[in-house]
């Protein structure tokens, strides 16, 4: 079983920056991507950036792309996202999930909020 848990979320004003953590713990084996999903009020989850195991390729959202940056320390098990020149879209509930492809499993955190004012 693996526990997922994020931290980092909180209030900032637009132009500002959050780093969001994500540690995980139990049994790493067989997670190949490690990523960010977020939900704002009203709309669906979508998928904000994801990093595969060794880090090497990594996947954003239109909408974030240049302004985030994710990136993970495989030693303590836990991915960041760094937010840069944050928006009020990008207010939201950042959930950070752990996907196995072998399993076809994905394990998801409590969520962390987000929400940057005008």
């Known amino acids: 079983q693996v526990h997922v848990v994020e931290s980092g979320g909180g209030l900032v004003q637009a132009g500002g920056s959050l780093r969001l953590s994500c540690a995980a713990s139990?049994?790493?084996?067989?997670?190949?991507?490690m990523g960010w999903y977020r939900q704002a009020p009203g709309k669906q989850r979508e998928l904000v950036a994801v990093?595969?195991?060794?880090?090497?390729?990594?996947t954003y959202a239109d909408s974030v792309k240049g302004r985030f940056a994710i990136s993970r320390d495989n030693a303590k098990n836990t991915v960041y996202l760094q937010m840069n020149s944050l928006k009020p879209d990008d207010t939201g509930v950042y959930y950070c999930?752990?996907?196995?492809?072998?399993?076809?499993?994905?394990?998801w955190g409590q969520g962390t909020q987000v929400t940057v004012s005008s």
């Open positions: 999930n752990l996907h196995s492809v072998l399993t076809n499993r994905d394990y």
């Open positions: 990093i595969t195991s060794g880090g090497e390729t990594t």
């Open positions: 139990g049994s790493m084996f067989g997670i190949n991507y």
